[in-house]
Every structure is written in structure tokens, then in C-alpha cells.
């Protein structure tokens, strides 16, 4: 049986002060997915790269480029996929337990900074198992910590494609396009944000980060009350996703209605 994750992949660094500009993406990174992978870090006897992959690998690598670069495969290519496809069926009880090992492998190799080990361990997921979500949700975490922000997007919406209510996912991707309004200043893509952080609210009214995002949005159309109220309702919620120098702005543009911060 394939091991379950128990912890949701999240952002937690705030896109929230518009004077002061977004942080850098490996701070959107909170905590890292955790099983009880009983201290195995690989499965000996299965090759996990038909070229060598470390940080130092070049992105046109289509072993670190995100779904294999989805790109034409080369003869080589086909022979490895072929025995590393033929090594897993032996290695376990069925693919899709495999494909959730490598996915495994892939939160710790991207807890651990290591950007073009956790691209690849992804990829051999998502060889294994296109339905498992955690693929397309840690390629768009590694490209966002790239700097590639659309191809972060796409590959968010593509995991919502496989996984349509995971509203943890939906607020990830939300995240991405507030950055990239920032970068491009494209209002479109801030209308799309809040219309995912609404369909996620109504999939998880309790998730503090949603709320978070929203008060962002709000604030950025110059509308505070309704920001306050989205920044309490998180504060509620999850006192530890505050961010002080938001709340500055947030109180140098309307103090706070329910006189809590000064």
C-alpha cells in the first residue's frame, strides 16, 4: 500500500507589502511534506537518472527540467525509462506506491534546497503515476523557486486539473500570481488571484493563508476595512502567518477597527 502524506505543502512567507516587494521565492517555502519513510532516502538497485543530476546540472538537463522538459524523448532516454519502469514493478507492489515513494523523496530533496534532485525525483513520480498530484504541485514549487513564474503557474494548473479541490494548492498558485502582478504590474492576473482565493475559501473557510491573500488583494485596491477583515479573520485563524510589516502599511492606511493593533 502506498504511504500517505500527512502534512499539506504550503507557502507561509506573505506577498503582502507592495512597497516593500515581494520576498525571495525560497522563503515561500514553509515546511516540507513528512511521512514515515523509515530513514530510506532511495531504493537501492533502481537508477534514478540516465545522466548524472546534481545542483550544479544545467536546466536543459530534461532529467531536472520539469515533466522531463516535455520534450521528444532520445533513444537513450526511451532505454532508461524502459529499465527504470521495469526496476520499480520489482521494487514494489504497484506503480502508483512507487511513484509516491519518489514523490516522498522529492519534499525532502526540496526541504533541503536541492532544486535539481527534487525536479528529478518528481519527474519519476509523475513517469509513474500522471494522476498523482504531488508532481505537478513540487515542479511548480521548484520553478517558482527558479524565478520561472509562468511556468510555475502552468504547472500549478495543471495539478488542479488532477486535484480540483485542493485548496491548499489553489492558495499556492493564488501566491505565484500575486508575485508575478508585482513583477508585471498586469491587473488580470490579480483578478485571477482572487477569484482562485474565493473558490479556495469556499473549500477551506479555515485556512489562514487564504484569508492572508485576500486582505493583500484588498489592500492593493485601496479597499482596508475589507482588508482588516480578512487580516483578523487569519489572525483568528493562525496567529503565527501575521506579517508585521504589512500590518505597518495595513495601519498607516486605516487604523485598525477593532483597535486590537496601534
Given at each position: 500500500m502506498s504511504k500517505r502524506l500527512m502534512i499539506i505543502r504550503a507557502f507561509t512567507a506573505l506577498l503582502l507589502c507592495p512597497l516593500l516587494?515581494?520576498?525571495?521565492?525560497?522563503?515561500?517555502?514553509?515546511?516540507?511534506?513528512?511521512?514515515?519513510?523509515?530513514?530510506?532516502?532511495?531504493?537501492?538497485?533502481?537508477?534514478?537518472?540516465?545522466?548524472?543530476?546534481?545542483?550544479?546540472?544545467?536546466?536543459?538537463n530534461p532529467m531536472v527540467a520539469p515533466l522531463?522538459?516535455?520534450?521528444?524523448?532520445?533513444?537513450?532516454?526511451?532505454?532508461?525509462?524502459?529499465?527504470?519502469?521495469?526496476?520499480?514493478?520489482?521494487?514494489?507492489?504497484?506503480?502508483?506506491?512507487?511513484?509516491?515513494?519518489?514523490?516522498?523523496?522529492?519534499?525532502?530533496?526540496?526541504?533541503?534546497?536541492?532544486?535539481?534532485?527534487?525536479?528529478?525525483?518528481?519527474?519519476?513520480a509523475w513517469l509513474l503515476n500522471e494522476k498523482n498530484v504531488d508532481p505537478y504541485?513540487?515542479?511548480?514549487?521548484?520553478?517558482?523557486?527558479?524565478?520561472?513564474?509562468?511556468?510555475?503557474?502552468?504547472?500549478?494548473?495543471?495539478?488542479?486539473?488532477?486535484s480540483d479541490t485542493n485548496a491548499v494548492m489553489i492558495t499556492d498558485l493564488a501566491t505565484v500570481q500575486i508575485q508575478y502582478f508585482q513583477e508585471k504590474q498586469d491587473?488580470?492576473?490579480?483578478?485571477?488571484?482572487?477569484?482562485?482565493?474565493?473558490?479556495?475559501?469556499?473549500l477551506n473557510p479555515n485556512y489562514a493563508n487564504t484569508h492572508l491573500r485576500l486582505s493583500w488583494i484588498h489592500f492593493v485596491r485601496g479597499q482596508y476595512a475589507e482588508a482588516w477583515e480578512r487580516f483578523h479573520k487569519a489572525r483568528n485563524l493562525d496567529l503565527s502567518t501575521l506579517d508585521l510589516n504589512y500590518l505597518n502599511q495595513l495601519l498607516a492606511k486605516l487604523p485598525d477597527p477593532q483597535g486590537i493593533f496601534k
Open positions: 516587494g515581494m520576498g525571495q521565492p525560497s522563503n515561500l517555502i514553509s515546511s516540507a511534506r513528512t511521512v514515515d519513510t523509515g530513514k530510506v532516502k532511495e531504493t537501492p538497485g533502481i537508477n534514478t537518472a540516465s545522466e548524472p543530476v546534481g545542483e550544479s546540472a544545467p536546466l536543459q522531463f522538459g516535455e520534450r521528444a524523448k532520445t533513444s537513450a532516454h526511451i532505454e532508461w525509462e524502459i529499465k527504470f519502469l521495469n526496476d520499480c514493478d520489482q521494487n514494489f507492489g504497484s506503480r502508483q506506491e512507487a511513484s509516491q515513494f519518489f514523490a516522498t523523496r522529492a519534499w525532502d530533496y526540496l526541504a533541503e534546497g536541492q532544486l535539481d534532485t527534487a525536479a528529478n525525483r518528481f519527474n519519476l504541485w513540487g515542479l511548480g514549487v521548484v520553478s517558482y523557486q527558479r524565478g520561472q513564474l509562468p511556468e510555475a503557474m502552468q504547472l500549478l494548473k495543471k495539478g488542479l486539473a488532477v491587473s488580470t492576473m490579480l483578478d485571477e488571484a482572487a477569484e482562485w482565493l474565493d473558490k479556495s475559501l469556499r
